[in-house]
């Protein structure tokens, strides 16, 4: 089965463009048979679309946006994996602005609206691809234009083309340059030559038409009207002699005269006319000298003293003087008379009190004083009563629990509880409590043949109890696990199982009289943990001398014990057996600083075993004990011998290397006790005991 797109040659040589199923090959084959092919063959089309659109400003289309008009192509493969070519042919519209420029008289009508007043205007609409379209009008509104002129002139006047010899009013219209009506309206005056005559009476002299005349006579003058006509005027003049009289005035307040009332200083005309008719012109200088009033506004404290008089109440009061002129001069005082304050206070309060910034913890009388928002004295007395703030203080030891104002505690804690005292100030009581519960103790003891324990002996191993007062008189529960170690049998073996942090531990092996017999310490273990010792097992086989009670001692410089899971390390552990490997004392983990472990050495077949381990072994040590020196025989053994002498600490105080097998110990210590003879390289020898008196 072939599948293809469009077309395909097949072996045939025919190029197929459709599905076919029916065309044959015939081939043969290496054995000469036919081989018959049958073409079963589907042709897939390649897919052509196209779509035309049009849009304003941009358009997206399979994830692009276009902002320009074009032909654009996509493809793709369809579900048979034959191309699929889309093709858009887009057209992109823009928004279409349009504006125009309008002049028009009085009014103007755009899409639909009149408009009266010049503007900018806008419209919007769709085009007929649904695009905006957008139009501005820029509007001037021209009015109708009227104009008016008054003219005067003389006989006749020409306008417009036209000529007028009587007044009266004319209108003549145009265009303006604009297209609007121009409207020219005309007041028309016609003036003609204008005559005139006058008498006049005059004193002294008479000025006309720019001329001073000071004489009697006929006199002419000629001139142009405001209308540019003539005017001829005619004088006759009287000329007549003016009198003229003078005086100066000073007055209070006012003068009258010629029947007039005068109040301002200034100088005042009065004509009268004489027998002939002229002027008699009379001149008053008057000064006016005004009664003077002065208000004088006054507060005061208590009393004010003004022009001798003394005033304590408030109230309106006048004097009077003459002033340099002569004048009155009233004063007049608007008095306020203001009194100074007197206060008490009776006041109370607990512990302390603040007043006008000051802090009281006394009762008294105190005194402040200030200044009123009048100016006056204002003094506050403050009778003060301080009353104290009491505090009790009770310190109370329970059991358990305790009652106290009607509250039962059960912690240990400081309590308040407050009332109010006749003062009305608080009484504060405070309890200061420690609540301590039963004690419970216990103590694990290894003791030899007996043990004391709260006034009572005890000779047997068991567990004990013992219930006593406290010193705040509540039970304390003792418990004590007693083991009695009375009959064990010497040489005893140490098996100790250091922890990781085996630098802090240390022990010792100690008789009645606190003389140390077997000790260890500073084992190789780093500070922080680890090291060549760590989580191994030391093992000490220690010689004692029968009865006497030993106290094994194991301390702990950090006090965590063997403890070192604490810290992720192993724990250490422990373990006592005497010869007969009975377990007298064992232990392990947080011990805290020291565990403490006694048992009473009944026994001691340390010499025997010596001395058998000397006649199968060969080594003699004879006297021992001894005082200054002693004979060391090495038996069936060679040398060279390497010796070593310890004393009960483990540190070395004597080494020799001899060939010999009988030798001379001496100088070994200045003072007495248990030392260790070890002859280093020969491990078939045991360690022999030395007792040096």
């Known amino acids: 089965m072939i599948s293809t797109c469009d077309s395909i040659n097949w072996i045939d040589g025919i190029t197929y463009t459709s599905s076919n199923n029916s065309a044959t090959y015939t081939l043969q084959t290496a054995a000469g048979c036919d081989s018959i092919i049958t073409l079963n063959l589907t042709i897939n089309s390649?897919?052509?679309?196209?779509?035309?659109?049009?849009?304003?400003?941009?358009?997206?289309?399979?994830?692009?946006?276009?902002?320009?008009?074009?032909?654009?192509?996509?493809?793709?493969?369809?579900a048979a994996g034959c191309d699929s070519i889309s093709t858009l042919n887009l057209t992109i519209d823009s928004v279409i602005i349009t504006s125009q420029n309008i002049?028009?008289?009085?009014?103007?009508?755009?899409?639909?609206?009149?408009?009266?007043?010049?503007?900018?205007?806008?419209?919007?609409?769709?085009?007929?691809?649904?695009?905006?379209?957008?139009?501005?009008?820029?509007?001037?509104?021209?009015?109708?234009?009227?104009?008016?002129?008054?003219?005067?002139?003389?006989n006749s006047y020409s306008w417009n083309g036209y000529t007028y010899n009587q007044s009266g009013t004319y209108y003549d219209s145009s265009l303006a340059a604009n297209g609007c009506d121009s409207i020219s309206t005309l007041n028309l005056t016609i003036d003609s030559v204008i005559i005139t005559s006058q008498n006049i009476n005059a004193c002294n002299s008479y000025s006309w038409n720019g001329n001073t005349y000071n004489q009697s006579g006929t006199y002419y003058d000629s001139s142009l009207t405001a209308s540019g006509c003539d005017s001829i005027s005619t004088l006759n003049l009287t000329i007549d002699s003016v009198i003229i009289t003078s005086q100066n005035i000073s007055v209070c307040n006012s003068y009258s005269w010629n029947g007039v009332t005068y109040s301002q200083s200034g100088t005042y005309l009065d004509s009268s006319l004489t027998a002939g008719g002229c002027d008699s012109v009379?001149?008053?200088?008057?000064?006016?000298?005004?009664?003077s009033t002065n208000n004088v506004s006054i507060s005061a404290c208590n009393s004010y003293s003004w022009n001798g008089v003394t005033y304590n109440q408030s109230g309106t009061y006048y004097d009077s003087l003459l002033n340099t002129f002569g004048c009155d001069s009233v004063t007049?005082?608007?008095?306020?008379?203001?009194?100074?304050?007197?206060?008490?206070?009776?006041?109370?309060?607990?512990?302390?009190?603040?007043?006008?910034?000051?802090?009281?913890?006394?009762?008294?009388?105190?005194?402040?004083?200030?200044?009123?928002?009048?100016?006056?004295?204002?003094?506050?007395?403050?009778?003060?009563?301080?009353?104290?703030?009491?505090?009790?203080?009770?310190?109370?030891?329970?059991?358990?629990?305790y009652s106290w104002n009607g509250n039962t505690y059960t912690q240990s804690g400081i309590y308040y509880d407050s009332l109010s005292s006749l003062s009305g100030c608080d009484s504060v009581n405070i309890l200061s409590l420690i609540i301590s519960g039963n004690i419970f103790t216990v103590d694990t003891v290894a003791a030899c043949q007996s043990y004391i324990w709260n006034g009572?002996?005890?000779?047997?191993?068991?567990?004990?109890?013992?219930?006593?007062?406290?010193?705040?008189?509540?039970?304390?529960?003792?418990?004590?696990?007693?083991?009695?170690?009375?009959?064990?049998?010497?040489?005893?073996?140490?098996?100790?199982?250091?922890?990781?942090?085996?630098?802090?531990?240390?022990?010792?092996?100690?008789?009645?009289?606190?003389?140390?017999?077997?000790?260890?310490?500073?084992?190789?273990?780093?500070?922080?943990?680890?090291?060549?010792?760590?989580?191994?097992?030391?093992?000490?086989?220690?010689?004692?001398?029968?009865?006497?009670?030993?106290?094994?001692?194991?301390?702990?410089?950090?006090?965590?014990?063997?403890?070192?899971?604490?810290?992720?390390?192993?724990?250490?552990?422990?373990?006592?057996?005497?010869?007969?490997?009975?377990?007298i004392g064992q232990g392990q983990g947080d011990f805290g600083f020291i565990v403490e472990y006694s048992f009473l050495v009944g026994q001691s077949v340390v010499t025997s075993v010596i001395e058998n381990q000397f006649s199968n072994a060969g080594i003699?040590?004879?006297?021992?004990?001894?005082?200054?020196?002693?004979?060391?025989?090495?038996?069936?053994?060679?040398?060279?011998?390497?010796?070593?002498?310890?004393?009960?600490?483990?540190?070395?105080?004597?080494?020799?290397?001899t060939n010999s097998s009988e030798f001379t110990l001496e100088n070994i210590s200045s003072s007495g006790g248990v030392y260790w003879?070890?002859?280093?390289?020969?491990?078939?020898?045991?360690?022999?005991?030395?007792i040096i008196e």
Request: glycine share 6%; aromatic share 10%; hydrophobic share 30%.
């Open 46 to 78: 390649t897919i052509s679309s196209s779509e035309n659109i049009t849009a304003c400003n941009s358009y997206s289309w399979n994830g692009n946006t276009y902002n320009q008009s074009g032909t654009y192509y996509d493809s793709s493969l369809t």
């Open 103 to 154: 002049s028009a008289c009085n009014s103007y009508s755009w899409n639909g609206v009149t408009y009266n007043q010049s503007g900018t205007y806008y419209d919007s609409s769709l085009t007929a691809s649904g695009c905006e379209s957008i139009s501005t009008l820029n509007l001037t509104i021209d009015s109708v234009i009227t104009t008016s002129q008054n003219i005067s002139t003389c």
């Open 282 to 291: 009379s001149t008053l200088i008057l000064t006016i000298n005004s009664s």
């Open 332 to 401: 007049i005082l608007s008095l306020t008379i203001n009194q100074s304050t007197n206060n008490n206070i009776p006041i109370s309060a607990c512990n302390s009190y603040s007043w006008n910034g000051v802090t009281y913890t006394q009762s008294g009388i105190y005194v402040d004083s200030s200044t009123s928002s009048l100016g006056c004295d204002s003094i506050v007395t403050l009778n003060l009563t301080i009353n104290n703030t009491y505090s009790n203080i009770d310190t109370v030891n329970s059991c358990n629990s």
């Open 456 to 583: 009572n002996q005890y000779d047997s191993s068991g567990v004990y109890i013992d219930t006593v007062l406290s010193s705040v008189t509540c039970d304390s529960i003792q418990t004590l696990y007693l083991t009695i170690n009375d009959d064990v049998t010497s040489p005893i073996t140490l098996e100790l199982l250091l922890d990781d942090y085996c630098l802090e531990t240390f022990w010792s092996v100690k008789d009645s009289q606190d003389s140390v017999w077997y000790s260890g310490q500073n084992y190789n273990c780093n500070p922080s943990g680890g090291g060549a010792q760590a989580n191994t097992t030391i093992t000490e086989i220690m010689f004692l001398d029968p009865n006497d009670c030993y106290t094994f001692e194991l301390n702990d410089y950090y006090g965590d014990g063997l403890g070192a899971s604490f810290w992720n390390g192993t724990d250490g552990n422990w373990i006592i057996k005497d010869l007969n490997n009975i377990v």
């Open 620 to 657: 003699a040590v004879y006297p021992n004990p001894f005082n200054e020196s002693t004979t060391v025989k090495i038996q069936n053994i060679d040398g060279p011998h390497i010796i070593e002498v310890f004393d009960i600490s483990g540190r070395i105080v004597k080494s020799l290397t």
């Open 677 to 690: 003879l070890v002859v280093k390289n020969q491990s078939s020898l045991k360690p022999v005991k030395l």
